[in-house]
């Protein structure tokens, strides 16, 4: 379970984040709004990029004192609205490039990576140089490497981000292998309002910084105030 | 491990230079290829960081003044063997090297150039005033005119020998490079450089492997000025002036920085063709020109310098046949 605390953060005088309190015990949720409404925000506190106040828990393991790097020991993995992997890296270097800092070592080391290859079905991709990869098989690369290590938190800002309609599919099926192959639980934050249904049970939805709906997806995604953040319709009183 | 092609051809370039240069070479042009393999050697640790971390040194020869100085200082302080005074300006340079990263860690792009140009600057400035020792007394070891003997490697004593003594370091300093870009700071290095947030989320230490870069770059800058001490005896302040620091860092972006070829080109261009213009009566200054419309075509034209071009060439010949 991921517990945030009231969490807060501010830019000058800009309220970006606004006492965000939710707790996702699904194996897989979500965070939605439109655009500026806090939802990278939400994932760089959590990644310890940014100073906030409150507190970030993973069952009951607070990682507030964690320095970012500290955090992805610790079993933090995320994946950015544009992917970071290294393009003069061949795909499992880009992997190994994790797991060198997770003190996994020797043959361990070796099923690991093999394991969260083949789980991503991009075996035949292992050794290409990661600048000939497209940006499908960018995306895959970048979600092996977010299950390698046993992860705690997995977290997935616009995983589809740039991808068509079926790659978006098959990119879902990935994500919701998640659950069985970790014991992670996983944020995903995406536009696609349809993927979000698709996979999260949970949905956090944000607007100005502003949590206006917490609950099971299909209830959230109902809510009068979540179809006005959305549409940008008055909200019916 | 596997062995690509281009090392390949360059270890047995490597070992033809080692057996033949000396051999077909006269007295001055061997001397000439000694220093241009000691800023050769220098060379591959500026081309590494702007290569593999996207940081600008621009100190890298001011730094080979300090391997060069520790050299002198221990050769005319003791009589240990060559390689441990080398041994010993490797470290310390190395340590410099750190200290240059300590206030550089927190900055990047043209702030971290400008500190590394800084570092050089105050470096020409000691160098300047207090000079290489030369067997004088004192810590600075000072004599006026004349200069006590250096002692070189016991199997180097000649210059012919001394400067496959040099050729087998170019290599020794391409392997470390090499084996570091095949293991984990390698790979956290290209982390560093796709952005910091990419590193963070490898959980790669960044500062830790950014002074590991710097620390690298230190120790070949040392290695290479205290071989430099080793084939000319003495060493004059003006060979390590800050703007020699910028204009090895520029013949680096002509060259190429991405492979041994590139800085190897650098290296030629640096020591070769100035020596080459005053063979031919030419100004040597006129290969600061040369240097300036080199370096534009580079930027402009040649993303990964001169030794990418050569290497796209043989490409499309090869295909063609």
Same mark, same amino acid.
């Given at each position: 379970m991921i517990k945030l605390d009231n969490i807060c953060v501010q830019f000058g005088g800009v309220?970006?984040?606004?006492?965000i309190n939710a707790e996702f015990s699904q194996p897989i949720s979500g965070i939605i709004g439109p655009n500026g409404a806090g939802k990278t925000t939400t994932m760089n506190s959590v990644s310890g990029f940014l100073d906030y106040q409150g507190t970030i828990s993973w069952n009951g393991e607070v990682?507030?004192?964690?320095n970012p790097f500290k955090r992805t020991r610790w079993g933090l993995r995320r994946s950015f609205q544009k992917e970071q992997i290294a393009d003069d890296l061949t795909v499992i270097d880009n992997l190994k490039a994790l797991i060198d800092n997770l003190g996994i070592k020797g043959s361990q080391r070796k099923q690991d990576l093999e394991w969260a290859i083949e789980s991503m079905g991009i075996s035949a991709l292992?050794?290409?140089?990661?600048?000939?990869?497209n940006t499908y098989e960018r995306r895959l690369t970048d979600l092996a490497r977010c299950i390698l290590?046993?992860?705690?938190i997995v977290m997935l800002d616009e995983p589809c981000g740039g991808l068509q309609q079926d790659e978006t599919e098959r990119l879902g099926d990935l994500i919701l292998k998640i659950p069985q192959l970790t014991r992670a639980n996983t944020l995903v934050i995406d536009h696609d309002v349809d993927l979000i249904a698709r996979i999260c049970a949970e949905t956090l939805v944000l607007d100005f910084g502003k949590p206006i709906a917490f609950g099971k997806t299909r209830e959230v995604l109902a809510n009068p105030k979540v179809k006005a953040a959305y549409l940008g319709v008055e909200e019916v009183a | 491990m596997k062995m690509t092609v281009s090392a390949r051809v360059g270890l047995i370039l490597a070992a033809l230079a080692f057996v033949f240069l000396p051999m077909v070479l006269g007295g001055q042009w061997i001397k000439i290829l000694i220093s241009t393999g000691c800023f050769i050697i220098a060379a591959s640790g500026v081309a590494f960081m702007y290569s593999r971390l996207g940081m600008v040194s621009l100190g890298q020869v001011a730094l080979m003044g300090v391997g060069g100085w520790v050299m002198l200082r221990m050769n005319h302080a003791f009589h240990l063997p060559f390689e441990v005074n080398l041994a010993v300006a490797g470290a310390v340079t190395l340590m410099f090297g750190w200290l240059l990263a300590m206030p550089a860690l927190r900055m990047r792009g043209l702030y971290l150039a400008l500190i590394t140009l800084m570092a050089a600057g105050g470096l020409e400035v000691i160098f300047s005033t207090f000079?290489?020792?030369?067997? #004088?007394?004192?810590?600075? #070891?000072v004599m006026p005119s004349v200069a006590a003997p250096f002692q070189r490697p016991l199997l180097a004593t000649e210059d012919s020998d001394y400067l496959r003594y040099i050729i087998f370091w170019i290599v020794a300093a391409f392997l470390i490079i090499e084996m570091h870009m095949r293991t984990a700071p390698g790979r956290a290095w290209a982390m560093i450089r796709r952005s910091e947030a990419a590193a963070y989320s490898s959980g790669v230490n960044v500062v830790y492997y950014k002074a590991w870069a710097f620390g690298l770059a230190g120790f070949l800058a040392g290695i290479s000025g205290g071989l430099l001490a080793g084939g000319l005896g003495l060493l004059d302040p003006a060979t390590f002036r800050a703007s020699e620091s910028i204009m090895l860092f520029a013949l680096m972006v002509v060259g190429g920085s991405r492979g041994w070829l590139g800085v190897i080109i650098a290296g030629i261009l640096y020591r070769v063709v100035p020596a080459l213009f005053n063979d031919w009566t030419?100004?040597?200054?006129l290969a600061l020109v040369i240097f300036g419309a080199a370096l534009l075509h580079a930027i402009i034209t040649a993303p990964n310098g001169l030794s990418g071009q050569l290497l796209d060439l043989i490409a499309k010949l090869s295909k063609r046949t």
């Open positions: 309220k970006a984040l606004d006492n990682i507030d004192g964690l292992a050794y290409r140089e990661a600048a000939t990869l290590g046993n992860p705690k | 000079r290489f020792p030369n067997g #004088g007394e004192g810590f600075w #070891g030419i100004d040597a200054d």
